[in-house]
């Protein structure tokens, strides 16, 4: 049911809002009141197609908007459903046309094309003009005549319920079978990528640990040389640090034996030369350990240099080629799947 019809600059119209009530309503007039005018309004409305020489003159665009009752409306439902457009008992309908050619049509306010418009016009209104009735001459509408007099609201209302089911069962078989063309045509490439990433066997975090033991091994002459210098300062050598220290030590504890004020010293000097021994001991097994292996150094350098390689190649970093690599299994097995 119209509710309230809206016009605004459309041709001698400047604006104009008319409330319908229920039944019968007769809007009457003398020969050039306007009549058909609210009439071709009305049509345009229903989505009629217009050109900008209907907008009154001197303004900037011509609107038309009517508020429809659309409660229980199962097919203005779909409609607005099928345009993503959000369900309400009422619905509004608006043209809008500009001097500079636009043509806007509206939904609840949102944005659709003059089809739809058109689409929801024949379901709100039947226009009867002068020798004409057009909704028995749509052939399109015969169906609805037919149904109603048959009284198969619910039978009909069964059977689009069951259609729309068939009609999701038969989308998600196409997608099915679309997505196992789709793994039949990539099969071939999967398992090439899937050997490929399997002959490296890339572990994960294992790029950071080898690139941190291939900087010890570049360096491994380095670290033996500084080493070997630390443990001849700190021990080795004739004058190092630590026969300085016991040599200052024994002078101490003579001061100490001589004024006690100089014991708690003695003790303070006993730490620093067991911290010197201690260190001594750690410089002396990490040089113990340290060995020059130039093949182990070619071998890390060779399946690090592979490792990047993959990373490139699939995704920039070892977690994308990780991710990478579960995603082809996945798919194989899918693909599999199909073929069993």
Do not use: W
Not at 154 to 173: F, I, R, T, V, W
């Amino acid at each position: 049911m119209l509710k309230t019809l809206y016009i605004k600059d459309y041709a001698l119209l400047e604006q104009i809002s008319i409330e319908f009530e229920k039944g019968l309503n007769i809007i009457t007039g003398e020969t050039g009141a306007g009549k058909s005018i609210l009439i071709d309004a009305m049509s345009l409305l229903l989505g009629e197609r217009a050109s900008n020489e209907v907008i009154r003159k001197g303004a900037e665009k011509a609107i038309v908007e009517g508020i429809f009752s659309a409660e229980n409306n199962e097919r203005i439902d779909t409609l607005l459903e099928q345009n993503e457009i959000e369900k309400s008992n009422e619905l509004i309908v608006r043209r809008e046309l500009s001097v500079k050619g636009s043509n806007r049509c509206f939904l609840n306010d949102t944005p659709v094309a003059l089809n739809v418009i058109k689409e929801v016009g024949n379901l709100l209104v039947d226009l009867h003009g002068q020798h004409e009735h057009q909704s028995l001459l749509r052939t399109e509408t015969h169906i609805e005549f037919l149904d109603d007099f048959g009284s198969l609201e619910q039978p009909l209302a069964d059977y689009k319920k069951e259609y729309d089911q068939l009609h999701l069962l038969q989308k998600n078989l196409n997608e099915l079978r679309a997505k196992e063309n789709l793994l039949k045509e990539k099969k071939d490439l999967y398992e090439f990528q899937r050997k490929e990433i399997e002959a490296i066997s890339p572990l994960e975090n294992e790029d950071e640990s080898i690139s941190s033991e291939l900087h010890i091994l570049e360096n491994s002459e380095q670290l033996l040389e500084l080493t070997n210098d630390i443990s001849q300062q700190l021990y080795d050598s004739e004058k190092s640090i630590y026969d300085s220290l016991i040599k200052v030590q024994l002078k101490i504890n003579a001061l100490a034996k001589i004024d006690k004020t100089f014991a708690e010293t003695s003790g303070e000097l006993q730490s620093v030369v067991a911290v010197v021994n201690d260190i001594t001991d750690v410089v002396r097994k990490y040089n113990a350990q340290i060995e020059l292996e130039p093949q182990k150094l070619e071998e890390l350098r060779s399946r690090f240099q592979s490792i990047n390689l993959l990373k490139k190649k699939y995704g920039g970093t070892l977690q994308a080629l990780l991710d990478h690599y579960k995603k082809i299994l996945n798919e194989i097995k899918l693909a599999e799947s199909f073929e069993d």
